[in-house]
């Protein structure tokens, strides 16, 4: 499996970037699952539903399944903040590519989503895992790079660059402990 972190602050248009990327990546035959990364106390389930029920009664995990999907609700006991690959290790082994949302201080290659319209800084300088940036404003990079910059609005051309540079993005679990 390949994966590819990407990195950005909040607004810089990540999710939209990935939403437009996932199909493009279908449309060339590949399977794709998402980690994405939540800054804030979030819940896929509702008061009311048997599964919310179920948790709320004190249940560790709740797997709950149809035969078109299947969700997994964890709880954990205390405060508990799981590593990027810990994560990945919980996907499905026949996924040919992970794209990761967020995780933007983790060791995983990625590309930077950089608006210079957000006001907020570029990483790349300071982060050697930023193999390339996707942005709308590259005259406005605040720093020279030798990385490859991607238009951030021309996904067909960041899964070409994603499918023509895959063996870098080869993930070897063994490597990360």
């Known amino acids: 499996m390949k994966v590819v972190g990407f990195a950005g602050y909040s607004g810089a248009g990540k999710t939209t970037l990935l939403e437009k ?60 903040t799981p590593t990027v690959h810990q994560l990945i290790a919980e996907l499905h082994a026949g996924v040919d590519w992970v794209l990761v949302e967020g995780f933007k201080e983790s060791d995983l290659l990625k590309i930077e989503v950089w608006r210079a319209a957000s006001g907020q800084p570029a990483r790349y300088m300071d982060d050697d895992f930023v193999v390339a940036i996707a942005t709308d404003s590259a005259a406005e990079l605040p720093a020279a790079t030798l990385r490859p910059v991607l238009d951030l609005n021309d996904t067909d051309a960041i899964a070409a660059w994603l499918i023509e540079n895959q063996a870098r993005f080869e993930y070897n679990p063994g490597r990360f402990g």
């Open 21 to 80: 990327l996932i199909p493009e990546l279908r449309l060339r035959g590949l399977r794709v699952s998402v980690v994405k990364h939540a800054h804030h106390r979030f819940d896929i389930d509702h008061a009311g539903k048997d599964t919310f029920r179920h948790r709320a009664a004190g249940a560790f995990e709740v797997v709950v399944a149809s035969n078109r999907r299947l969700a997994l609700m964890r709880e954990f006991e205390c405060d508990a």
